[in-house]
Structures are given as structure tokens and as C-alpha cells.
């Protein structure tokens, strides 16, 4: 029976919000742990020197995973590091809000490639592997505002992580027979230093119409969504596949059909 001692975890976008809470968590586990960033490379080795300060096994790898080659390339080095991937985070993701009449067709491509493309990417670099091993965790970060939630300027971001949502379903049947899951947990409005931003003020605002949106009165941590994260990934979750967790605290503010 497979250990947490035994998983290699890459995690996309790793280095900062709820990439780095996954990452971390991935950690304490037990999992060796490869850290994915673009640009923040202080943000990513800072991770990793805590990691391996506190007992574990990480190492941070740049790469876009928008870019096959350099996913491959990725996915090599971490073979070299600890052995072969059985746990993928697709975590990375870009957005861009807009309305119809403001949307950038440039900015919406890059969602598209990032969203769902690098969804594609990783999990084609990383089957081979657990296919022969005939076991795999793949793990996918969408967000709520796929299912539908009512926020404006969010349809062009929604319909990527939408994109995402439906490669879940459909690589979970196309791998389910090799062991491997997919699973993908959509979260709702999280605190991270991207939506908190430099205004206090403004942010508490925010925060606080936001959490009244949801049935338990707040809005989410980056841990909320590492917790759910730690159980699709787990190797007890071996009879959990082709599953959408929302895990928003209960929002309300969903499109009617």
C-alpha cells in the first residue's frame, strides 16, 4: 500500500497564495515536493528553504506551463530529484476581468493556454510514468465562478476554468482504468496577496461583502483549499475520481439555470 513517504508531488503556481498552502501541506505529509513558478523565484526558494528546515524534501523548478517543452523538461528534473511524479497540482492560473466590451483578446488567449492548456501539458508529461506505476493522483484547481457565481467581469476567466472543469471529468475517464485519479477542487473567494492587495482598507471592505455571500459568514483561507487539496491527493483517495469539490464556504450568489 502506497505511504505518503512514498508520493512526489509537483504543484504548479507553488510558490505564493494557494499553490504555496498546497505545497506546504503536501510537505507536512510527507511528499517530496516540487515547487512550479514563472517569475517569483524568491517566493519559490523561500518555500523550499522552509520545507527542508522543517524535515522535508522539496525542490523549486521554474517553468510556464504553457509551454510543453518546458513542462516536460520541468517534469524530467523533478524525476531526477526524487523519482517519478504520483502527484500532480495543477494549480497555476492567470485571469483577466472584463466585460464584453473591454476584454483583451491577447490576455484571454494567455488564460486559455495557462487555464486549460497547462492542465493539458502537465498531465500528458506526467501519465507515462504513472501509468507504468498504475497509480496517480491529478488534482485540479478551477474556481467557483465556473459553476456560476454572479460576480461581474468574471465570463471570460470562467469560461477557462470551465474548460478546466470538463478536463477533469473527461481525463478522469480516460485514465481511471491505469489507476489514476483526477479530481478538481474549485474554490471560492480565498485570502491570498493577490485579492488582498495594499489598500487595508478597501480590503476589508471587500472581505467582509464577500464572506457575507457565504452560508458560514467569512471568506476562505488558502488552507481551506489545501486541506481539500490533501484528500483527492491522498493515498487513501483511491476510489474518489471525476469530482468537482466546491469548497466556498457555502456561497449563495449563484446564476439561476
Known amino acids: 500500500m502506497a505511504t505518503w513517504r512514498d508520493q512526489v508531488a509537483l504543484v504548479t503556481g507553488g510558490g505564493r497564495g494557494i499553490g504555496r498552502a498546497i505545497a506546504r501541506r503536501l510537505a507536512r505529509e510527507g511528499a517530496s515536493v516540487c515547487v512550479n513558478y514563472l517569475k517569483r523565484a524568491d517566493a519559490a526558494e523561500s518555500l523550499v528553504a522552509d520545507i527542508i528546515a522543517n524535515g522535508g524534501r522539496a525542490i523549486a523548478v521554474a517553468a510556464d506551463v504553457a509551454d510543453d517543452a518546458a513542462v516536460e523538461g520541468m517534469v524530467d528534473r523533478v524525476g531526477a530529484a526524487f523519482g517519478s511524479v504520483t502527484i500532480l ?3 497555476a492560473g492567470v485571469s483577466h476581468k472584463a466585460t464584453l466590451e473591454s476584454y483583451d483578446p491577447d490576455k484571454l488567449e494567455r488564460m486559455r493556454q495557462v487555464n486549460a492548456g497547462g492542465i493539458i ?8 510514468d504513472m501509468r507504468r506505476m498504475r497509480y496517480g493522483r ?7 465562478a465556473a459553476m456560476g ?4 467581469g ?9 474548460e478546466a472543469q470538463i478536463l477533469t471529468l473527461r481525463f478522469a475517464m480516460e485514465l481511471g482504468t491505469h489507476g489514476i485519479t483526477v479530481n478538481a477542487v474549485a474554490p471560492g473567494f480565498v ?5 488582498k492587495g495594499t489598500d487595508e482598507e478597501a ?4 472581505s467582509q461583502k464577500m464572506g457575507a455571500l457565504a452560508m458560514l459568514g467569512r471568506i476562505g483561507e488558502a488552507d481551506d483549499i489545501a486541506n481539500a487539496v490533501a484528500f483527492f491527493a491522498s493515498p487513501d483517495a483511491g476510489w474518489v475520481t471525476a469530482q468537482v469539490l466546491a469548497v466556498d464556504g457555502g456561497r449563495m450568489d449563484y446564476l439561476g439555470r
Open 121 to 128: 501539458h502537465t498531465t500528458r508529461a506526467v501519465m507515462t
Open 191 to 195: 485570502q491570498t496577496e493577490l485579492t
Open 89 to 91: 497540482v495543477n494549480n
Open 138 to 144: 491529478i488534482v485540479n484547481i478551477t474556481s467557483i
Open 203 to 206: 480590503w476589508k471592505v471587500r
Open 149 to 152: 457565481t454572479s460576480l461581474a
Open 154 to 162: 468574471n465570463a471570460f476567466y470562467a469560461a477557462t476554468k470551465a
